[in-house]
């Protein structure tokens, strides 16, 4: 008798157990659809992707988001701050999902899920124009701008050890704050995604100028998520609508918009190359 009220005790904790485990791990995808309202982390200095137009919030990820929405069934509501704090906001639960977007890395990608790249993310060189570089290896031992806490930043400091003499990197908590320290004549070059440096090239139109070729491995970028089981089904349906409007035509149209060209991106990456 006694064991058998023990069992029974025993079962019913258990059931207990796993409802309030069911209930703390609640389908992100679910309470977004139930509130409406899909919460989005990102940084506004990060043209073209995501920046501030005339005080609008604008760029390719309000734009890819905004066909998110849609296909979800939710209105996107934007939370921004500085990139060094989007990462670890994501991870604090402040928002859903990360714009950013970020380059998809190795050691990234053992902490995160990445969704199905959106663009290119090769790191190239941005030059004042008329400074003596015609090839990437020609910003040894001078002044380069990059973000801080960025792929970018490994990738440069990784370049920068190959080269006779070490580049003098300055880190900036935005790469806005890079493009003007370089047209004050303070640095020299950025370096930063090739898709971001051709914007703001053609911007700055007899400014600034791109160097060829891109130094950095091919990389690409992505949309970041959690890998908790609960944001399983969110991270899967951004999935499928990016894949969607890669077939149906809208992603290449909207890179045309924001790059002036389009990428041909795989609708996953496994094995990054960095």
Not at 64 to 85: M, N, Q, R
Not at 196 to 224: C, D, L, W
């Amino acid at each position: 008798m006694l064991k058998r009220h023990f069992l029974k005790a025993a079962a019913c904790a258990a059931f207990f157990l796993g409802a309030s485990l069911s209930a703390h791990a609640e389908d992100i995808l679910a309470k977004a659809k139930a509130a409406g309202t899909l919460k989005v982390g990102t940084e506004t200095a990060f043209a073209p992707f995501d920046f501030i137009d005339a005080g609008t919030h604008s760029g390719l990820n309000v734009d890819l988001f905004a066909e998110i929405g849609k296909e979800l069934g939710v209105k996107i509501e934007w939370v921004t701050l500085p990139w060094e704090g989007v990462l670890p906001g994501l991870e604090a639960g402040k928002f859903d999902v990360v714009a950013g977007p970020a380059t998809i890395t190795k050691a990234r990608m053992e902490r995160y899920r990445f969704t199905s790249p959106i663009a290119e993310a090769t790191v190239a060189i941005l030059k004042k124009a008329g400074a003596p570089i015609s090839k990437p290896e020609d910003i040894a031992g001078k002044a380069v701008g990059v973000g801080k806490a960025t792929a970018q930043l490994a990738q440069l400091t990784e370049f920068s050890a190959t080269l006779p003499t070490k580049v003098d990197i300055r880190e900036y908590p935005a790469f806005n704050d890079a493009y003007a320290d370089m047209a004050a004549g303070r640095i020299v070059a950025v370096a930063n995604s090739l898709p971001n440096i051709a914007f703001v090239a053609k911007q700055r139109a007899g400014m600034f100028e791109v160097v060829q070729p891109p130094f950095g491995k091919k990389t690409y970028f992505g949309y970041v998520g959690r890998k908790d089981a609960d944001y399983a089904p969110l991270m899967d349906a951004i999935d499928a609508a990016l894949i969607k409007m890669k077939g149906d035509g809208r992603m290449a149209k909207l890179q045309e918009k924001w790059f002036g060209t389009k990428f041909d991106t795989p609708d996953t990456v496994k094995e990054p190359a960095i």
